[in-house]
């Protein structure tokens, strides 16, 4: 019998062994001195084809690094097991893992392009209260519009704001817009405040990932609890017990039962609000925003996709004023946007996207975040 054949229990035969005292891994003749993480060692200790999902879920998940431990150990025992004239597929194994960590993930990120909402038009009822439409305007340069209009008065009609989660000197955790519709079981709901820390460099280096300690900039209140103070120059959507909207200036009169701040208020009393001053107004970028009838019994969630070229470039503070003006609004504040544009729905197979969101350029990839607005209603029919 073969001394040499391959041992089961690790992926592609690989004989690895743990010292258990350094947590370094050994090959067949001698220890190869590379420590590595638990989950990593997880990884290693299973067959073949479970390690190529591995594989293919963390470079998905930015752990790139980790692909490239595993398949450096492997091709290190492989390559010493042939040494003894073992016969392993090692150009097999190659390609196999090449196709996991580069081909997987390609086919992946082709695959999110296509899930994106079509440029058709689309008006439909939700839930009960609550509407949708979708609209795509090709001039002065594609992009996609997606308006969603409220009934505050009707029926099981019920708001909530992310509550806080406090972790040492931090507020709350992020988390993505369809994650806090799972966590609740919310109908429908957007991304929200502007908050920090936040970074983002690349698909590798961005903060905050999800369940990471973050802070709301300007006023937050959940179920009549506030956890986040007011500040000068932002504006924030306050919500009554009784369900009726308000956009104010900094802060929301006693008794509000759900606030979340935003930026800055760009309609008021029907028209342009909109500070000269500021030159991101100019640029385009993707979009949230919130506006409010003048009674508060009615409001509008607006996202704008952008930052996809030839789908959707975004558009200027200016052109979002228009598109709100439009739809009657008396009220608008300016949410958090960016890579934080989210505008998520509850359905039957779990929470999916109504818009295209993008995060580190990925598209449909939603970005975890501080806070955010959602609404529990009855089913349409």
Same mark, same amino acid.
């Given at each position: 019998?073969?001394? !040499?054949?391959?041992?089961?229990?690790?992926?592609?035969?690989?004989?690895? *062994?743990?010292?258990?005292?350094?947590?370094?891994?050994?090959?067949?003749?001698?220890?190869?001195? +590379?420590?590595?993480?638990?989950?990593?060692?997880?990884?290693?200790?299973?067959?073949?084809?479970?390690?190529?999902?591995?594989?293919?879920?963390?470079?998905?998940?930015?752990?790139?690094?980790?692909?490239?431990?595993?398949?450096?150990?492997?091709?290190?025992?492989?390559?010493?097991?042939?040494?003894?004239?073992?016969? #392993? %597929?090692?150009?097999?194994? +190659?390609?196999?893992?090449?196709? *996991?960590?580069?081909?997987? $993930?390609?086919?992946?990120?082709?695959?999110?392009?296509?899930?994106?909402?079509? !440029?058709?038009? +689309?008006?439909?009822?939700?839930?009960?209260?609550?509407?949708?439409?979708?609209?795509?305007?090709?001039?002065?340069?594609?992009?996609?519009? !997606?308006?969603?209009?409220?009934?505050?008065?009707?029926?099981?009609?019920?708001?909530?704001?992310?509550?806080?989660?406090?972790?040492?000197?931090?507020?709350?955790?992020?988390?993505?817009?369809?994650?806090?519709?799972?966590?609740?079981?919310?109908?429908?709901a957007i991304n929200?405040?502007?908050?920090?820390?936040?970074?983002?460099?690349?698909?590798?280096?961005?903060? $905050? !990932?999800?369940?990471?300690?973050?802070?709301?900039?300007?006023?937050? #209140?959940?179920?009549?609890?506030?956890?986040?103070?007011?500040?000068?120059?932002?504006?924030?959507?306050?919500?009554? *017990?009784?369900?009726?909207?308000?956009?104010?200036? &900094?802060?929301?009169?006693?008794?509000?039962?759900?606030?979340?701040?935003?930026?800055?208020i760009f309609v008021?009393?029907?028209?342009?609000?909109?500070?000269?001053?500021?030159?991101?107004?100019?640029?385009?970028?993707?979009?949230?925003?919130?506006?409010?009838?003048?009674?508060? &019994?009615?409001?509008?969630?607006?996202?704008?996709?952008?930052?996809?070229?030839?789908?959707?470039?975004?558009?200027?503070?200016?052109?979002?004023?228009?598109?709100?003006?439009?739809?009657?609004?008396?009220?608008?504040?300016?949410?958090?946007?960016?890579?934080?544009?989210?505008?998520?729905?509850?359905?039957?197979?779990? %929470?999916?996207?109504?818009?295209?969101? #993008?995060?580190?350029?990925? %598209?449909?990839?939603?970005?975890?975040? *501080?806070?955010?607005?959602?609404?529990?209603?009855? %089913?349409?029919?």
């Amino acid at each position: 019998m073969n001394r !040499h054949r391959r041992r089961r229990g690790t992926p592609c035969g690989c004989p690895l *062994a743990r010292d258990r005292e350094s947590k370094e891994f050994r090959g067949w003749a001698g220890w190869q001195k +590379l420590p590595v993480e638990p989950e990593i060692e997880q990884a290693i200790s299973i067959p073949a084809p479970s390690l190529i999902l591995y594989l293919f879920q963390s470079s998905l998940a930015n752990r790139a690094s980790e692909a490239v431990i595993i398949i450096k150990i492997c091709i290190r025992n492989i390559r010493k097991l042939v040494n003894f004239r073992t016969k #392993i %597929p090692l150009k097999r194994f +190659l390609i196999t893992a090449t196709i *996991a960590v580069v081909g997987l $993930p390609a086919v992946s990120y082709g695959g999110r392009y296509l899930s994106r909402p079509p !440029h058709t038009p +689309l008006q439909k009822q939700l839930f009960q209260g609550i509407t949708y439409k979708r609209e795509f305007r090709s001039k002065p340069r594609p992009f996609m519009i !997606h308006v969603v209009t409220i009934d505050l008065t009707a029926p099981g009609i019920v708001v909530l704001v992310t509550p806080a989660k406090p972790s040492g000197k931090y507020e709350t955790v992020a988390i993505t817009t369809s994650e806090f519709i799972s966590n609740f079981k919310l109908q429908l709901a957007i991304n929200g405040s502007y908050f920090y820390p936040f970074h983002s460099n690349g698909a590798f280096d961005y903060y $905050p !990932h999800r369940g990471d300690p973050v802070n709301v900039i300007g006023q937050a #209140i959940s179920n009549g609890i506030p956890y986040s103070p007011s500040q000068p120059g932002v504006g924030v959507l306050c919500f009554s *017990a009784d369900n009726r909207a308000q956009i104010r200036k &900094e802060s929301c009169e006693k008794g509000t039962a759900q606030a979340l701040a935003g930026m800055e208020i760009f309609v008021r009393g029907g028209k342009p609000a909109l500070p000269g001053n500021i030159n991101s107004h100019n640029e385009l970028y993707p979009r949230t925003a919130v506006a409010t009838d003048q009674r508060g &019994e009615k409001m509008w969630l607006v996202v704008i996709d952008g930052r996809q070229p030839d789908y959707s470039e975004g558009v200027t503070m200016s052109e979002l004023t228009d598109i709100v003006m439009e739809l009657g609004a008396h009220t608008a504040l300016n949410l958090d946007g960016g890579g934080s544009t989210a505008l998520v729905a509850a359905g039957f197979w779990g %929470p999916h996207s109504l818009n295209a969101p #993008i995060h580190t350029r990925i %598209p449909m990839r939603q970005r975890p975040v *501080a806070n955010h607005l959602g609404f529990y209603a009855p %089913p349409a029919f």
